[in-house]
C-alpha cells in the first residue's frame, strides 16, 4: 500500500509541474522573446498571493529564471597584446601564426580596424563599446589624474558587456591580462567593483595589472592570491591560462550545456617581458638576420599578395631616429636579430595556446556557434625598448639607459627567466608596417591600426575574406550585442546608461561593399592626437615614445593630413595642400574632445607615475609611517607606501632561533627592489638597483636567539633615484653600516609585491632563495619615512 502511495503521488507532482510549466512559459522573463531585456537585471515577476493552506492543494509558480535569447552564440575574445599589424602571417608578416590564420580561412578580417595606442585605454573600451576617456581611462590605469576622462574609475552609466551578458543568461569568464582595476583598488583592501568579478565575470583567473612576468607571474583565482607550480620545467603564464580556460569551458558546458558562455581571453604576451619557449625562439634562428629594412619591405610584399593591403600601398619612411640596418656594427645587428627571434618565438607560441583553446571549443562542438574574436594587437608593436632594446624593462620605468655591452653579455639569456626583456624600437617600426610609427602614437596607424578578425560559421556566410570598413575598438561591443540578440542596456541598476558609442559591424560580415556606419573618430595618447573623419585622417606626432619630453607646446604642435581612401599607409602627407581641411579638422577633433572628456590633456608620462604629481588618489594618502604584520605579503607597489627618493626607518620587532633565516620585510624581486632580511643569523639589507647593481649592508656578527628589536636606518642624498647610507642597529646597537649608491626612482616592477616574512614571486636577492621564509616571529614592522 505504501509503494502505491508513493507511486501515486510522484505522478501527481509531475502532473503538476508539466502543466505549471505549459501554463507559465511565456510568461516568465527570459523564456521567451518578449522579455525587456533592456533595463537590468530583468525585473523578477509579481505572483499572485497564495491563500491554499495545504501545499498539495496549490500550484506552485514557474521558477524564475533568465535564459538567454534561443540559440544565442558563445562569445570569446582573444586579444593579444603590444603586437603590430605587420607581425603576423595572417597580416602579411614574418611570424608564423597558424591559428590566426586558420581561423581567417573560415571567416573574415578586417584591415582598417583600430586601438586607442595603449593597452588599459583599448581594454575599457573593448569591454564596454565606449570610448577610452568616457570610461575615465585616459591613459593607464598607473598614470591616471583627478580630471575628468583620466581618473581610472569606470562611471556607473556605463556597463560591462560581461555584466550586460551575465544579466542576460549567460555565464561569463575572464582569463589572463586585466588592466583596467585602478592601482589603489588593488589591494585586499578593496573595493574590488573593478576587478573583473565585480565587473561582470564569474570567474577570473590572471593578474592585475600591465605586464607578467611568464616564469614568476602575480596570479589572482577571482580576487584570492594563487601560487601556480613555477618550478615546474614547462611552466609558462601562456600556457597556464589557456589550461585554466579550458577546464571552465569544459566543465560549464558539462554542467549547463545550453547555457552560452562569454570568454575573454587576453595574453599578457607579447608584451614584454618577451618570455617564451626555448623550442618556440629557435625556430626563428637566422630568420631575421636581413634587418628591420628588409622585413618591411617583404612583409609589404606578402600583403599585397594576401589582399590585406591595396596593391598600391606603398611604405611609409620610418622614424629618422630608427637607423638603417646597414649603418649598424656587427654587434648591433647581432643582439637585434636575437631580441626578434625570441619576439617571434613569443609570439608565435601564443597563437599556438589560442589553437589549443580553439581545439577545445571543436571538441565541445562549440565553435559552430562561437562568435569567436580574434583581435592581434591592443595597439601597434611596442618601442618602449629604445633604440638598442632592454634586457631589463624596468630600466625604462626608472629612466636608466642600458648600454650595447650590458645586453650583450646577456643575450643567450633572453626570453629566460633570468631577463626582462624587450626589442628595439627598429622592430616595433617593422613589425607596424606599412606604417611609421608604434604604440603610444594615437595619431598613426602604426600606434592604433590592428589586425582583427570574426569567425562564425552559424552566423557569418563570407569565408576567408577581408573587409575595409573603418571600425574601432568600441564597435565590438554593439556587434556582441546584436549578434547576441539582446539590446544595448538604456537601465542598468536603477541608473541611466549613456548612449551607446560604438556601432555594430554584423552589416559587414556578409557584405563587403557596404558603406562605413563609422564616420568619425579620435584619437589621443599623452599628447598624440588625430581624427579621422568620412575618409580623412589628420594628426599631430607630440612626443615619440622613446622621447623624455614632447617636441613642442600642444598648441604649437604640427598636424599632418592623410586622405586614407587614397593612401592605406599615410605615407603622403597633404598637410600643406589643404590647410582649410586640415583647420576644419582640427576643429572637429575639439568638439570631439569636449564630447568625449579628452580634456584637458596630460602630455607628462613617468612623471605621472607619481599620485601626488597626478593628483590621483594614493592608498597610503601621505602617510608617513606604516605598520606592518606577520602574513602581510603580496602587496601592490601602487598600495604600499612610497620609499623611494627618501629616508627611511624600519623597525622590526622579532624573536629568532638559532642561525636564523628569513626575510624580514622586501619589495620588488628580481629585477628592482631592496630586501631586510637574516642569512645565516646575520642581519643585512640589500638594494637591487634595476637589475643591474645589488649593494648589501651585512653585519658580521650573529644575532642572538630571543627577542630583538632591529632596525634599518637610510639617509638619503636628496633628488630622484640618488643613494645615501644605510645602517643596520640591534638593540639600538649598531653592527653594520654602507653605502647605496643608486636607487630606483619610479618604481620596483609592475608585477612585484611588498611581503613580511617571505619574498614572494621573484627574489630581491638571489643568494637567499630558499631560506626567504623567516625562521623566528615577526611581531610587527614599522616603516617611517624622514625628510
Known sequence: MRKDFAKITIAIICCLLLSCRTKHEDSVPGSSSGVDRSVLPIKEPTYPAITELDARNAKAPKRFEVKAPENAPNVVIVLIDDIGFGHSSAFGGPINMPTLEKLAANGVKYNRFHTTALCSPTRTALLTGYNHHSNNAGAIMEVGTAFPGNTGIRPQTITPVAQVLRMNGYSTAAFGKYHETPPWEASVSGPYDRWPTGSGFDKFYGFIGGETNQWHPMVYDGTTRVYPNVEDPDYHFTTDMTNQAIAWMNTQQSLTPDKPFYMYFATGATHAPHHAPRSFIEKYKGKFAQGWDKVREETLERQKKLGVVPQNTVLALKPDDIKDWEELTADEKRLFERQMEVFAGFAEHTDYEVGRLVTALEERGELDNTLFIYIVGDNGASAEGGM????????????????????????????????????????????????????????????????????????????????????????????????????????????????????????????????????????????????????????????????????????????????????????????????????????????????????????????????????????????????????????????????????????????????????????????????????????????????????????????????????????????????????????????????????????????????????????????????????????????????
Open 388 to 787: 638598442i632594446g632592454m634586457f631589463n624593462e624596468n630600466t625604462y620605468f626608472n629612466a636608466v639607459q642600458e648600454t650595447l655591452d650590458m645586453q650583450l653579455s646577456r643575450i643567450d639569456k633572453l626570453g629566460t627567466e633570468e631577463t626582462y626583456n624587450h626589442f628595439a624600437a627598429g622592430w616595433a617600426v617593422a613589425g607596424n608596417a606599412p606604417f611609421t610609427w608604434t604604440k603610444q602614437v594615437s595619431s598613426n596607424f602604426g600606434g592604433t591600426r590592428n589586425g582583427m578578425l570574426f569567425h562564425w560559421p552559424a552566423g557569418i556566410k563570407s569565408k576567408n575574406q577581408v573587409r575595409s570598413q573603418f571600425h574601432h575598438i568600441i564597435d565590438i561591443a554593439p556587434t556582441i550585442y546584436e549578434a547576441v540578440g539582446v539590446p544595448i542596456p538604456k537601465i542598468v541598476n536603477g541608473i541611466e546608461q549613456r548612449p551607446m558609442e560604438g556601432v555594430s559591424m554584423l552589416y559587414s560580415f556578409d557584405n563587403a561593399s557596404a558603406p562605413d556606419t563609422r564616420k568619425t573618430q579620435y584619437f589621443e595618447m599623452i599628447g598624440n592626437r588625430a581624427i579621422y573623419h568620412d575618409g580623412w585622417f589628420a594628426g599631430t606626432i607630440h612626443k615619440a615614445p622613446w622621447e623624455l619630453q614632447p617636441r613642442r607646446p600642444l598648441e604649437e604642435d604640427i598636424w599632418e593630413l592623410y586622405n586614407i581612401n587614397e593612401d592605406f599607409s599615410q605615407a603622403n602627407n597633404i598637410a600643406d595642400k589643404h590647410p582649410e581641411k586640415v583647420e576644419e579638422l582640427k576643429k572637429k577633433f575639439m568638439e570631439e574632445a569636449v564630447k568625449y572628456n579628452v580634456l584637458p590633456i596630460d602630455d607628462r608620462s613617468i612623471e605621472r607615475f607619481d599620485p601626488v604629481i597626478a593628483g590621483r588618489p594614493d592608498l597610503m594618502n601621505g602617510r608617513t609611517s606604516l605598520t606592518l604584520y606577520e602574513g602581510a605579503r603580496g602587496i601592490p607597489e601602487n598600495a604600499f607606501i612610497n620609499i623611494k627618493n627618501t629616508s627611511l626607518t624600519i623597525t622590526a620587532n622579532v624573536e629568532v632561533p638559532a642561525n636564523a633565516n628569513g626575510v624580514i620585510i622586501c619589495q620588488g624581486g628580481d629585477f628592482g627592489g631592496w630586501t631586510f632580511y637574516i642569512l645565516d643569523g646575520k642581519p643585512a639589507y640589500s638594494y637591487n638597483w634595476v637589475g643591474l647593481e645589488t649593494y648589501t649592508v651585512a653585519a658580521n656578527q650573529k644575532i642572538t636567539p630571543g627577542k630583538h628589536v632591529i632596525k634599518f636606518d637610510f639617509d638619503y642624498e636628496g633628488g630622484r633615484g640618488a643613494g645615501g647610507m644605510g645602517t643596520i642597529y640591534v638593540d639600538d646597537k649598531k653592527i653594520a653600516e654602507g653605502k647605496i649608491t643608486k636607487t630606483n626612482s619610479n618604481t620596483f616592477g609592475i608585477d612585484e609585491s611588498a611581503d613580511v616574512g617571505t619574498d614572494e614571486n621573484t627574489p630581491v636577492y638571489p643568494p637567499y632563495k630558499g631560506k626567504d621564509k623567516f625562521t623566528g616571529k615577526i611581531e610587527k614592522v614599522t616603516i617611517v619615512l624622514r625628510k
